[in-house]
C-alpha cells in the first residue's frame, strides 16, 4: 500500500512540523530577551560614562539664571518702552487738546477784530455784534465740554453745584433756587466753578 493510505505514514512529519514550530518561537523569545538585556546595558555604560556631578549641577544652574537673567531683561525693556510710549502719547494729547481749544476760539477773536473796526456803530449795533459773538463763545465752549451751571428759578438747591450767597423769602418751595448772581460751569461733568445763587429760607 502506498503512504497515501497510510495514516501512519505522515505522523512523524506531523510531529517533525510541530517540533520545528516550538523551536522557533523559543529562538523569538530567547532574541528579545537578548535585545533587552543589550538595550540596559548600553543605558547602564552611558550613565557610567556620563556621571551627575556638583560641577555638571553648578552649570545648569548657572545657565538657567543667565537665561532667566535675559527674559527679565527683555521684559524690564519691553515695560519701560511701553511706559515712555504713554507718555508720549499723554503728551500730544495735552499738546492738541489745548490746540483744538484754541483754534475753536478763533471766530470769537474775529468778531471782536471786526465788531472793533467798525467806527460809527451804532448802540443797537454793538449789542447784536456783542450777542453773535457770545453766541460763537458759548458755541465754542460746549464743543469743548464746557457747559454752563445756570439753573432756573424753583430749581431744587444743589450743593455740588450751587452756592448759595443769600436766603431770602420767596412764594415757593423752601430750599429752591431763587435767582442765579453768576453762572457756575462744568467742564467734561466736573464742576469748574458753582453757580452764585439765592435760595428760599426753609420753613
Do not use: W
Not at 146 to 168: E, N, R
Amino acid at each position: 500500500m502506498s503512504d497515501q493510505n497510510n495514516p501512519q505514514a505522515n505522523q512523524p512529519a506531523d510531529n517533525a512540523a510541530t517540533a520545528s514550530g516550538t523551536t522557533t518561537g523559543a529562538d523569538l523569545a530567547a532574541g528579545m530577551a537578548a535585545d533587552l538585556h543589550a538595550a540596559a546595558n548600553a543605558t547602564e555604560t552611558s550613565a557610567e560614562a556620563a556621571p551627575v556631578t556638583i560641577e555638571s549641577l553648578q552649570a545648569e544652574l548657572a545657565a538657567a539664571q543667565d537665561e532667566l537673567k535675559d527674559t527679565f531683561l527683555r521684559a524690564k525693556a519691553d515695560v519701560e518702552n511701553a511706559r515712555r510710549r504713554a507718555d508720549e502719547d499723554v503728551q500730544k494729547a495735552r499738546k492738541f487738546a489745548v490746540e483744538g481749544f484754541a483754534e475753536s476760539l478763533l471766530p470769537v477773536i474775529d468778531s471782536f477784530d471786526a465788531a472793533l473796526s467798525i467806527e460809527t456803530a451804532t448802540i443797537e449795533q454793538m449789542r447784536e455784534g456783542i450777542e453773535a459773538t457770545n453766541k460763537q463763545l458759548v458755541s465754542a465752549l460746549e464743543r469743548n465740554k464746557v457747559i454752563a451751571i445756570a439753573p432756573a428759578p424753583g430749581t431744587k438747591f444743589d450743593p455740588h453745584q450751587h452756592q448759595a450767597i443769600s436766603v431770602v423769602p420767596a412764594q415757593q418751595e423752601p430750599n429752591t433756587v431763587v435767582n442765579v448772581l453768576q453762572k457756575g460751569y462744568l467742564i467734561a461733568e466736573r464742576v469748574m466753578r458753582p453757580a452764585l445763587v439765592t435760595v428760599t429760607a426753609p420753613k
